[in-house]
């Protein structure tokens, strides 16, 4: 009978993960119409259809071979090799994300967000808080779909990024030194090693650690968002030091706890930050001398919040000049500031949050569909469980309901993420799967049951990290050449101007990225046209220039 029970919690993980895979599939294929074709137009669909269906049968492929093995191995030695050895394992992880980014995705800053951020990061690194493009060219070296929305132009030809300035920021030294592809691996690699503390911290057992980091590493999530010029390892790794500071509630940690939590709020938008720090933030109003304690904490937010934040919107009010457009015109008076201010508050979160609706719910059900495909199967079911098990240890509890917080506050942002690998929107509170789940593979049970379960377990998470990773960065590279073969070909380090004709079903739009000075040998212009663009820009400007490619795609005029 006492053999029978410990059989049981394999197959019932098993039939959990599989249950889970089906669910999800169902999910996807109803999320995008099957069988009909999704163009790709509808990204966040198309990636749905090409990625997750594959690695959603690999989840369930993968828990069927790690139950085969019914040896009873010990993954106690390997488990605690990994502890031991935390800055190690996250120097290799920054190598490989480092190739990975450079051959993988080429270097590519895929979605608009991600090119925002590397622009401004660039500007950042010349010493100069805006870009300089030639007045008359300005709105065609800049996509059209940004010019006011999320990067604003100036009538002299100033340009800069909408976002907040905080990632770009991050990313700037690495910008300076010719390596802004360096900086989110590095995040990763950082964060690795807090979710290895945090959850030996949690658990009083440095073996929580090793676990923690096969986790993550176990999962093409973790791995591919640091792939990206996306804010969203930043936001994890800050919201994960964050939480680390706040383990002992001294007045230096809450101060540098607030600090951290300024910079989170201010990467590019405040929303993820807020949503990960509001339990945190509770919890601490609840305590006794809550008064100083939430002092402490406002008197580190305060300081950089009102200089990057507030300080960059009115920056970019002032750079804009008066314009009637919004979100940074400039009104006269005081009374009309404040006004104009509000309004376009009010704007932006009738744009962004709403009601959910069918459609938002849908997206979120798909995104938790990624979120399972993208880790380490049964992941999340361990997390639940390892919250569930210490649930009245506060800091466990608080890093769950971070989670809750993040993915209940998204089903009030009426659009899905488009770009991203994995589930770009969780991803900022996702540290804490892994150390949840570590918490779950620490609990007390009987010695027997311990290791047939964590032997399943870590065959799982070995599997994951070995096949789930290779088939994520194939379907990364193949999508990002697929992407990039849609550009007219030009040749690099070669004077040319391409133009990229309007493709909205390929985001063609986002193929126009430009350096803020225009030091780069090949520049992108939107096409209005080739005979527009040859009489607007290269014959009064390049008379000897030639051209060499003109096709759908657009047109590549040689300077040289």
Known sequence: M???YLIRWDRLLLAA?????????????????YPYAVL???VFDHLLRTQDIAGSILVLALALAAYLPRSRDSVTAFIALLSRHAWPLAGLTFVALCVAMLTAVHNHALAG?????LFQSRVFAAGHLTGKYPPELALRLVPTDYVWRWMIVSQSGAVAAAYWPGFALLVAPFSLIGAPWACNPLLASLSLVLMAKLAARLTGSAQAGGWAMLFALGSPGFLGMALSYFSMTAHLFLNLLFAWLLLERTPRRLAAAGAVGSLALVLNNPVPHMLFALPWILY???QPQSARGLGALAAGYVPLTLLLGLGWWLFLRDMQGRTEVLPYAVPASLAERLANGAWYLFLQLQTVFTLPGEYTLMSRAAELARLWSWAVPGLPLLAVAGWWIARRQAAVSLFAASLACTLLGYLFVDFDQGY?????????AWGALPILAAVAMLSPADAETSLRL????ARLALLSLVFANALRLFQIHLFMDEQLALRP????????IVFISVNLPAYAQDFVQNDPFLRDPVIFMLSRGAKRDYEEVIRPRFPHARRTYDGLSGQVWRLD
């Open 40 to 42: 790709r137009f509808w």
């Open 284 to 286: 601490i109003a609840r």
């Open 454 to 457: 964590r032997g399943y377990v």
């Open 489 to 496: 070909p030009f040749e690099n380090g070669r004077r040319q």
């Open 2 to 4: 006492h053999a029978n």
């Open 420 to 428: 991203g690998w994995g589930a770009r929107y969780v991803h900022p």
């Open 113 to 117: 967000d991600e090119h925002l951020a």
């Open 17 to 33: 993960i599989a249950a889970a895979s089906l669910l999800s599939l169902i999910v996807i294929l109803d999320k995008t119409g």
